[in-house]
């Protein structure tokens, strides 16, 4: 006997078509709560010895993210490892010999797989990885919009022309969220993950050797281990002071000049931004709930939903 509740359902699917086959679905916090729910125990144990072992990871998990959503939306097209037969977005410019944090999200996924077998998808997975990284360095928590299925093909290309390149001016940086339906608002907050992880001394050389718009002291300190020529691979902290804690350091560099990237720099050089720079800087609870805000619009950037895609066995591989 169909009982009530499955009758109202079945005249709101009627009246609902969208919702009932999938198209357009909704994420949702609790989309397993019931299907894996110690799912987001076993991310955040797994994460938590991750930032214990290298307090990078945090960020570098968050940065792989990023990378994702950009990327043909949040659908792990990211994690999909080159083959003989198959080129994906790990050897775009942007990502190759930078992106890291595959080993962690496999081993989470190895851990999520032995409590709920061909349940939880790749994409999830590091949409709950990325929060408890922020969260593990001491940044903000949220609930995390779930349901996202996996990508069976992947966007070199794309991973070329999407991501934004550390010599990006304001207006390019504007535009290029835009066109991911994020504000300028949001790409500043959001910009504020710099705050924590490292950098190649490659993606920062023109600026402290070329860049007027950068403190001379700082300069001098970041070409002491990123010469003129050489040094591509070696590191040095995005927010010099504390880049392994989320917190406004990453504003308060940009107020003096301290800015790492050309593109981090843009944010506060005599443009729109400078206010909300200013704001950030001096008000730690106004930039976590802005990032958090973009973090979920980030987050939902055309993800694969009902029977789209797959739920990937292994991230780094199509079924
Ligand atoms: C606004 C435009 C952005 C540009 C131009 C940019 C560029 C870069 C570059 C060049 C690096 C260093 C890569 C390397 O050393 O190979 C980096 C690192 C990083 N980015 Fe961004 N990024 C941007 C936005 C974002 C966003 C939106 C997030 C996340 C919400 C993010 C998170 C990170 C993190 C956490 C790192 C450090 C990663 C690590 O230590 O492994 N970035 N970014
Ligand atoms: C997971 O389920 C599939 C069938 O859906 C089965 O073939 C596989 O052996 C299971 N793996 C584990 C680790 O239980
Ligand atoms: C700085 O600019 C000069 C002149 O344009 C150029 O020759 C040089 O390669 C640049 N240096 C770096 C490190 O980008
Ligand atoms: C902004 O303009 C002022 C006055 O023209 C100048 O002194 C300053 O260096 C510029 N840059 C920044 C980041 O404020």
Redesign the pocket.
């Known amino acids: 006997m169909a009982s009530r509740m499955q009758m109202i359902l079945a005249v709101f699917c009627m009246i609902s078509i969208l919702s009932c086959t999938g198209i357009n679905a909704q994420l949702s916090a609790s989309f397993y709560g019931r299907s894996c729910p110690n799912l987001q125990a076993i991310v955040r144990s797994t994460m938590r010895q991750a930032v214990i072992k290298e307090p990078r990871m945090g960020a570098s998990i968050l940065r792989l993210f990023f990378h994702d959503c950009f990327v043909n939306g949040c659908d792990g097209s990211i994690l999909l490892d080159d083959t003989s037969t198959f080129t994906g977005e790990q050897s775009a410019l942007p990502n190759k010999n930078s992106v890291r944090g595959f080993d962690v999200i496999d081993t989470i996924k190895a851990n999520v797989e032995a409590a709920c077998n061909s349940t939880v998808s790749c994409a999830d997975i590091l949409a709950l990885a990325a929060r408890d990284g922020v969260f593990l360095l001491g940044g903000p928590t949220w609930a995390v919009p779930l349901g996202r299925r996996d990508a069976t093909t992947a966007s070199l290309s794309a991973a070329n022309t999407n991501l934004p390149a550390p010599t990006a001016s304001l207006s390019t940086l504007i535009s290029m969220f835009a066109a991911k339906g994020l504000t300028a608002r949001d790409m500043t907050a959001l910009s504020g993950a710099h705050t924590i992880g490292q950098a190649r001394c490659v993606t920062f050389r023109t600026r402290i050797y070329n860049d007027t ?1 950068i403190n001379g002291n700082f300069a001098a300190t970041r070409k002491t281990t990123c010469p003129a020529s050489g040094g591509d691979d070696n590191l040095a902290p995005i927010d010099l002071q504390t880049p392994d804690r989320f917190d406004s350091g990453y504003y308060q560099n940009l107020l003096t ?1 301290r800015g790492l990237f050309h593109s981090d ?1 843009e944010l ?3 443009g729109s931004q ?1 206010s909300l720079v200013r704001a950030y800087s001096n008000n730690f609870g106004l930039f976590a709930s802005d990032f958090v805000a973009a973090m979920l619009k980030m987050g939902n950037i055309s993800p694969l939903t009902g029977s789209n895609g797959e739920i990937r066995k292994n991230c780094g591989v199509i079924n």
Request: hydrophobic share 15%; charged share 30%.
């Open positions: 718009d000049q720099q506060f050089n005599n400078d």
